[in-house]
């Protein structure tokens, strides 16, 4: 069993920063990939970014790309999502969500088998 815990959502100007993070629970995290996904009202939710157990393998949406960066730190059992040049479409519930079988596309939704119950972010125009 993994838990996971978001926390660092909040309102921001565009244009502003925010960083996310996901603490997880379970000895085992660290073995993980791990990925952010976001909902926005009347959306289906939608892959953001991900970072294998390493670290050294990254991913990220094409809307998101240099403008976000995902990272972890498997001491603290946790995994960033640096937010940068926010914009109103990014607003949305944030979550983070931990794939335990080693598949190779993490982009899917239904390949995460644990989820964290998500953080608000609202970039105001």
């Known amino acids: 069993q993994v838990q996971l815990v978001e926390s660092g959502g909040g309102l921001v100007q565009a244009g502003g920063s925010l960083r996310l993070s996901c603490a997880a629970s379970?000895?085992?995290?660290?073995?993980?990939?791990t990925g952010w996904f976001r909902q926005a009202p009347g959306k289906e939710r939608e892959f953001v970014t991900a970072?294998?157990?390493?670290?050294?393998?990254?991913y990220y949406a094409d809307s998101v790309k240099g403008r976000f960066t995902i990272s972890r730190d498997n001491a603290k059992n946790t995994v960033y999502l640096q937010m940068n040049s926010l914009k109103p479409e990014d607003t949305a519930i944030y979550y983070c969500?931990?794939?335990?079988?080693?598949?190779?596309?993490?982009?899917?939704?239904?390949?995460?088998?644990?989820w964290g119950q998500g953080t608000q972010v609202t970039v105001s125009s």
């Open positions: 969500a931990v794939e335990t079988k080693g598949r190779l596309d993490l982009t899917r939704t239904y390949y995460y088998d644990y």
């Open positions: 379970g000895r085992t995290f660290s073995r993980y990939a």
């Open positions: 970072i294998k157990w390493s670290g050294g393998s990254t």
